[in-house]
Structures are given as C-alpha cells and as structure tokens.
C-alpha cells in the first residue's frame, strides 16, 4: 500500500528526478466522432455504455466540459498531438496535412517527445488524420517507434443499409429526393456481416489486450484509435438490438433553432443541412439516432476488451489512461448533423482520465481542452517541461476536481472563426462578423442566441468572451503539390518522413 501511495504522489507531483524505468506507462485511446451519447456523460437518457460507465466508477475522473482545439478530425487531432492551436499552424481543415505546417516541422510531436525520452511508442488504429501523399497513406506511423496498421471486416448486410447519399432505405430505393448530394463521410447505416471478433475495431482492441500483458524493456506510450461511431454506421446487428426501434428517439430538435443567427446584414446564416432534410422527409430522425447510438455501444463494447486486458495485466498499478473523443458530433441539433461547427454539440467531447491508485470515479466541472493532453501528460510522467505549448496542464483538477479554475477555452473551426466557452456562458464570432452568445445554465442546447437581447449580465458575458477572440491567424497550410494521390507504397512514405524527423534535432 505504501508503494502505490508513493507511486500516485510521484505521478501528482511530475517529479522530473525519476528515471525512466520508474515512469508510468501511459495507454491513450481515442474514440473517432464519440460525442455525449455516452451514460456518465447523460447526452442521452437511452445510451448503453456499461464498459465505460464500469471504467468510470473503478477510479477516474470524468470531465464534463472538455472541448476540442477544432472541431473535426484533422485540426483537432493535428493540435492535440502537436501541442499548438489551428490559427498558430494553419492547420484548419482535414485536408491540412500537418507535416506541412513549418510549426509543426520544428517539433517534436506528444509521442515523439516520449520516444526522445526513453519511452517506447507503440500504435495501432486511428490516432493521427490519414492523408494521401504521393508516396503513401500518412496516418502518422511515423510518428512512432511501432505501428500497426488497422484490421479489416466482412462488410455491410447491404439489405440492411440506410444511405442519404445513395438515397436507400433498408437496402431499396427511396422515394425521390432533391437533398442525397452532399461533401464528406457517406451518411449511412446497416449491420455488418460476421460476428464482432470479425470487425476492425474489435481486433484492434484484442491487439491491445494482448499486447498489454506482455512485459516491455521501457514504459510505453500505447495509442489506439478506434474509428467508430464515424460514419458510416456500420456496427454489427447485435448493437443494433440493444435499442428498440419502437422506443428509440432523438433528443428534442427546435424547427426555428437556426432562425436567430443573422449576419451583420440580419440575414439568416444557416440553413437546414441535407443529411437532416432527407432524414426528415423519411421519418427517419430517431432512426438515425437508433444506429448512432449502436455505433456507440459497439465502441463502448471493443473498450472493455481494452479495459479488462488492461485489469489483467502486470501494468495495472502504473498505467495513467487517457480516455477521449476528438470532437463532438450533431444529431438534429441546430437541424444538422456530423461536426465542423463552433457550436456546444460540436466542440464538446467525452473526456476520462485514471492515474494509478485511483479508486473512485470524480466528476469535474472545470474546462478543459485536448490542446493540454500534451503538457499534461508529460508532467504526470517527469518529462521535461516544454513551455512553447499553448496548452495548459490539467493536473491540479487531478488532485482536486473541484479546485477553483476559473479559466475559458477556445475552439477554432476555420479560418478566422472562434468558438469561446467560460464555465457558464458560449460565444462564438465568425469570420464575416456575425456573432452568438449563449447561456449554458439555463439554455444548454443552445436554442436562444442572446447577442440582440443582452441583459447587464449577459452583456458582460459578451464583452469578456469577445476580448479573447484570437488577434492573429496562421495562413492556411497549403497543401504539397505532391500530395495528390494515395497508393500503397508505405516504406517510401515512412522512410522519407523519418529522414527528416529526427528526434535529435526536434525540439
């Protein structure tokens, strides 16, 4: 007992003096587009997550007002692992590729630095934002010591498949339709063929169990990406099950919710997005609710493979693990779906962290960001300090969640657009001026934009929030001309990478 109480002191403390045997290990485990659906998170009263909410209770702390550096996967995960914000990079989009911001050149990123510190870096799955070069896929297996790469499955039950963008229903054609065009991720959902030891995500999950009851010469940094619930919903059937169709309903959706964002011009900003026009027209709203929330169970169910290879392992007592989505997701809310936006269901994400000796779930109010993941974890690990981070380490609301905070967090989604949150209030300014302010304690759906009818109180809201708008934005990253086509030539691609990453002259 008096080890482990000396082990949880050191990982509280940071302290730099211990070496690198001593250092815990770390297990970080992204979840692709995971937002609140999830049960210790209450975004929905119907959501079934028992591995998580199990993980939760042993001993973590839940922080429920975490938010992104940018809302969609590249700028999100771009910031997190590099330490710096999108309008410091350029890094705004998913076609931003992160080796191509001279900032990022510069340094090394969070796995990098625990590699250039005497940890082993292992990966498999989603963690970095893929992007086609001409020399391969990049999904950031460079970035470690060992990657690997992704499993596959048997496919989708097509009989079973919904798709706006193909406008099918149950695998047959719908009725006609003016709203099936649209960028991104085809929005659909069906059962998977096999069983679920056949998916991809499963067997990334198995990979970890097992790969955690192994002894290692150094600590580890592990990183595994699951990639569901991202689109498309493809989960196998018995996730489906777990949500009757008869009594699975969508969160309440307000018709006239985009009617008080007005441009300078008091004009209507938004409209209504097709993936939400073409469920509605379809009756297809809880539907859609109904298969996301399956994709959700399914990822909660390939995270207790994780967490019980993790119980079982000889690494229990020293391991931190650092659960978390990457942003948030829209499902009718603001009459959209998917990410992108500045708004609360896009930019919050799901958020748990365990450090060795913990033994009781904590639940934390305090704002967070994933920009702080990097100085946070290198503290908890002994690391050197790396001050030209823009995060902030969040160990002090590991010591004591409900410590005084009293700090706001921004999220960039786009050029020139910043959404910035207090403890209470949201604002958000869009590069053509137009604004919102809301009040998460009485509206926390956000269906009252209060910049046209402020009261002293949110008047003061506003002005404060309004001042940390970002002075200066990076130039958008360019994209390498070269970068125009995948193909499958993956040793060029890494060599060619790590001949210009070398960890000793990152910084």
Not at 133 to 143: C, M, N, V
Not at 224 to 243: I, M
Not at 246 to 268: F, V
Not at 320 to 325: D, P, R, S, T
Request: proline share 6%; with cysteine.
């Amino acid at each position: 007992m008096i080890t482990r109480f000396l082990l949880a002191t050191t990982l509280l403390c940071g302290l730099v003096s211990s070496t690198a045997r001593d250092r815990p290990n770390v297990l970080f485990i992204s979840v692709d587009d995971l937002n609140d659906w999830v049960s210790v998170f209450g975004g929905h009263s119907q959501a079934k997550t028992p591995h998580i909410e199990r993980f939760a209770k042993s001993g973590s702390v839940v922080f429920h007002k975490a938010h992104c550096a940018g809302p969609v996967c590249g700028p999100s995960r771009s910031a997190l692992l590099s330490g710096f914000m999108p309008h410091r990079t350029g890094l705004y989009g998913n076609a931003n590729n992160m080796l191509d911001s001279k900032m990022v050149q510069k340094y090394a990123t969070l796995p990098e630095y625990f590699s250039k510190h005497g940890y082993q870096s292992i990966s498999r799955g989603k963690i970095f934002h893929a992007h086609a070069t001409a020399q391969g896929r990049d999904r950031g297996q460079w970035a470690f010591d060992t990657y690997i790469g992704g499993g596959s499955g048997r496919g989708v039950d097509r009989s079973t498949v919904y798709s706006r963008d193909k406008n099918l229903i149950r695998g047959k054609p719908g009725p006609k339709s003016k709203h099936t065009k649209g960028g991104g991720s085809e929005f659909a959902w069906g059962a998977t063929k096999g069983s679920t030891d056949e998916t991809r995500d499963y067997q990334t999950a198995q990979w970890a169990a097992e790969l955690l009851q192994k002894e290692h010469e150094k600590p580890f940094f592990l990183a595994v990406g699951l990639s569901k619930p991202h689109l498309p919903f493809y989960v196998p059937q018995e996730y489906f099950d777990l949500y009757d169709p008869a009594t699975t309903k969508a969160n309440e959706i307000r018709e006239d919710d985009l009617s008080d964002i007005l441009r300078p011009d008091g004009r209507q900003k938004y409209r209504p997005s097709p993936d939400y026009l073409w469920l509605q027209e379809n009756d297809l709203i809880d539907t859609a609710a109904r298969a996301y929330l399956a994709a959700c169970s399914y990822a909660d169910a390939c995270l207790g493979v994780i967490f019980d290879g993790l119980k079982q392992s000889p690494h229990y007592d020293n391991t931190i693990v650092v659960l978390w989505g990457d942003h948030g997701w829209h499902l009718g809310e603001k009459l959209r779906y998917r990410k992108a936006s500045g708004w609360h269901e896009s930019t919050r994400v799901p958020l748990i962290v365990r450090l060795p000796d913990m033994k009781n779930r904590q639940d934390c109010n305090r704002l967070v960001n994933l920009i702080d993941f990097y100085p946070t974890l290198i503290e908890l690990c002994g690391l050197p300090k790396k001050p030209i981070l823009d995060g902030r380490s969040f160990v002090p609301l590991l010591r004591n969640p409900q410590r005084a905070w009293n700090r706001s967090t921004t999220t960039i989604f786009g050029m020139r657009n910043a959404s910035i949150h207090n403890e209470r209030w949201h604002y958000l300014r869009h590069a053509d001026g137009t604004e919102e302010l809301y009040d998460l304690e009485t509206d926390p759906m956000e269906w009252t934009n209060l910049t046209r009818q402020l009261n002293s109180e949110a008047r003061a809201a506003y002005q404060q929030l309004r001042a940390l708008y970002p002075k200066n934005f990076a130039p958008v990253v360019a994209a390498n001309p070269a970068n125009t086509k995948s193909n499958k030539r993956q040793g060029g691609l890494d060599q060619t990478i790590k001949q210009h990453r070398t960890l000793d002259t990152l910084q």
